[in-house]
């Protein structure tokens, strides 16, 4: 009983579910070139979920959108197009590397490199400053060590 009902919950939580049959179209050339689309577009309102895998309403309008496009005659790249002039590059999954952009996917690397480099002047410049060297205590600070010892 409880392996049917993890069973159940599984396949209601299931992406596929998130297509409603009414979304599909009919030619099955053409519903794949518009899944392919789907994946690779940011749910607005889940932000980590495709639009194919979210349930949510703007992610259903954002299918068929694509699907509307496909069928009007649009080639992918031309409805990618079009949902990133109208929602911003940031309906992506996968950003572009390009523009601003660039920085933020170098951003890392750099900061890595600057820091290894900082951390190298900084022990080149310890070992090659002097020891320090040991004084030897004063007569006085000797006594005053010396009684300190013996309290």
């Known amino acids: 009983m409880?392996?049917?009902?993890?069973?159940?919950?599984?396949?209601?939580?299931?992406?596929?579910?998130?297509?409603?049959?009414d979304e599909v179209l009919p030619d099955p050339v053409m519903e794949e070139r518009a899944r392919d689309i789907s994946a690779g577009l940011r749910c607005l309102v889940c932000r980590n979920e495709s639009i194919d895998e979210s349930n949510a309403t703007l992610a259903r309008d954002l299918r068929l959108l694509v699907r509307e496009r496909l069928v009007a005659g649009d080639s992918d790249e031309e409805v990618v197009s079009f949902i990133v002039d109208r929602y911003g590059e940031y309906v992506l999954l996968r950003p572009t590397l390009t523009g601003s952009n660039i920085v933020l996917w170098l951003a890392p690397a750099l900061l890595l490199v600057l820091g290894a480099g900082l951390a190298a002047v900084y022990v080149r410049r310890r070992a090659q400053s002097p020891a320090p060297t040991e004084a030897a205590l004063s007569a006085e600070e000797e006594a005053r060590l010396k009684d300190l010892l013996r309290d």
Request: glycine share 4%; charged share 5%; hydrophobic share 70%.
């Open 2 to 21: 409880r392996a049917l009902f993890l069973g159940v919950m599984l396949a209601l939580a299931s992406p596929a579910l998130a297509v409603q049959p």
